[in-house]
């Protein structure tokens, strides 16, 4: 086993003890992923503990969380008491059954060997045998004539489905799953066929609605990154920033993540010839050896029932929580700027809480920004070129600026929501501001990423 495989299973056995056009599709399994719904609006509302909805949200969800942060390093996320909080609030919602989990996806989901084999006399544990009260808890409740829900069928995933597949119609396959089996949690991971550059920019919004409906149905969404893509250069590099985005839904949302895409690029295994699907070996889906655990879906399979164990220990079980990630220092002024000195970067604001524009002309364009800014001073410490994007949700308008560290704030660039860029060692600026006049821009929510290029 090589290096990189084997500190990838003592990690494992440690923590185991451009403007899109509406209307366009796109295609990757055989499906087409460009239609779909955008998020439902609805009027004034209150979240978990009389935290404000944003504006147009849904009734299930808080205003996105501007104070978390997941660690780059971590597999999963800390379920720390933010998360903890607002998973047993999303649980409580409804009557769901809590030992059903629903699976969301595409055709690495739909796939067979993800999770069946945990079903049955198939698996060997090797250094993972804690993990089998966790797959007896999840087994009692069949589901699907005689299978429990790692075995079912779904109906949330089909080859080729992009996200906005999961609620699109009347009912959608989402609603469909949900009334089909009541589950208290839903395995979700979607984007790989949402993966190319006009598909990347409705992503967000798709994904929220997804997480949205689950919540809204007491069904508390553990979101999964997307696994590597080796069919071309240029969608290696592209996933990396789809599943940055699915990490900073899930800190905004106060979700768990699992990061599949980190323990399966390693991997001498990871794909099969198509460069997207992941692989399986001889032994199974379900051999947590070494030897199994150099291949893509059984290493998927493992950190997914990992998942599993810690929503159980924590949302159920009532483990003592995580120590809460630690938060960006500064406070995203000028004076103070957001320091970000760990990359890939998600962030997560809503620049209608601020009260603080200070100015709306930046030197590089003409553009009125008389919106609240959001500073953030980006920290190389080696040079590299980046690719930085906003998203803006809901009728939101940001765009960013890319300023000198050096007093003097002079503009070097800016776009409404793409700059790439070579970031050289050392700071630079960067500010995110609503279009429009001082009074009326466009503020509200926005996702940031900044990841860097292949």
Not at 15 to 23: R, S
Not at 75 to 97: E, F
Request: hydrophobic share 40%; net charge negative; with cysteine.
């Amino acid at each position: 086993m090589d290096r990189r495989l084997f500190a990838v299973v003592l990690a494992l056995v440690a923590a185991a003890c451009a403007d899109y056009d509406e209307g366009e599709s796109f295609e990757v399994d055989g499906g087409t992923a460009g239609d779909g719904a955008v998020l439902a609006e609805s009027g004034p509302a209150v979240g978990d503990a009389g935290i404000p909805l944003e504006a147009g949200g849904d009734a299930g969800a808080p205003a996105f969380d501007q104070n978390l942060h997941y660690a780059p390093t971590d597999t999963w996320s800390p379920a720390s008491a933010r998360v903890v909080g607002h998973a047993k609030a999303v649980l409580a919602r409804g009557a769901m059954r809590t030992d059903v989990f629903a699976k969301v996806g595409d055709s690495n989901t739909v796939n067979t060997n993800y999770l069946g084999c945990l079903e049955g006399s198939g698996v060997t544990w090797g250094s993972s045998s804690s993990l089998m009260p966790t797959v007896a808890a999840f087994s009692k409740t069949k589901v699907d004539g005689t299978k429990a829900s790692f075995a079912r069928t779904t109906l949330a995933a089909g080859v080729g489905w992009g996200t906005r597949k999961l609620t699109t119609g009347t009912p959608s396959p989402l609603d469909q799953e949900i009334e089909a089996i009541q589950p208290g949690f839903a395995m979700v991971m979607l984007g790989t066929n949402d993966t190319t550059e006009t598909g990347i920019w409705p992503f967000p919004a798709a994904l929220l609605a997804v997480t949205a409906r689950l919540e809204q149905r007491g069904v508390l969404p553990i979101l999964s990154t997307i696994p590597p893509r080796k069919d071309s250069a240029a969608m290696a590099s592209l996933a990396q920033e789809m599943n940055a985005v699915v990490r900073a839904l899930a800190e905004a949302r106060r979700l768990p993540l699992v990061d599949v895409w980190r323990m399966v690029d390693p991997l001498g295994h990871a794909l099969v010839a198509d460069g997207i699907h992941l692989n399986v070996g001889a032994g199974g889906g379900c051999n947590f050896q070494a030897s199994g655990l150099d291949y893509g879906m059984t290493m998927r399979n493992l950190v997914t029932t990992t998942a599993l164990d810690r929503a159980r220990r924590f949302f159920l079980a009532n483990e003592a929580p995580d120590s809460e990630p630690p938060a960006l220092s500064g406070e995203g002024t000028f004076a103070a700027p957001l320091v970000v000195d760990r990359f890939p970067f998600t962030d997560a604001r809503d620049s209608r809480v601020l009260r603080r524009g200070t100015r709306d002309r930046y030197g590089c364009a003409n553009q009125s920004e008389g919106g609240n800014e959001i500073v953030y001073r980006l920290h190389r410490t080696k040079a590299a070129r980046v690719n930085i994007r906003v998203f803006s949700l809901d009728g939101a308008d940001h765009d960013l600026q890319l300023l000198t560290a050096d007093g003097a704030e002079t503009c070097i660039l800016r776009d409404d929501k793409l700059l790439t860029v070579d970031l050289p060692v050392g700071d630079t600026l960067l500010v995110v501001d609503a279009f429009g006049p001082v009074g009326t821009a466009k503020d509200g929510e926005f996702l940031l990423t900044v990841v860097e290029t292949l």
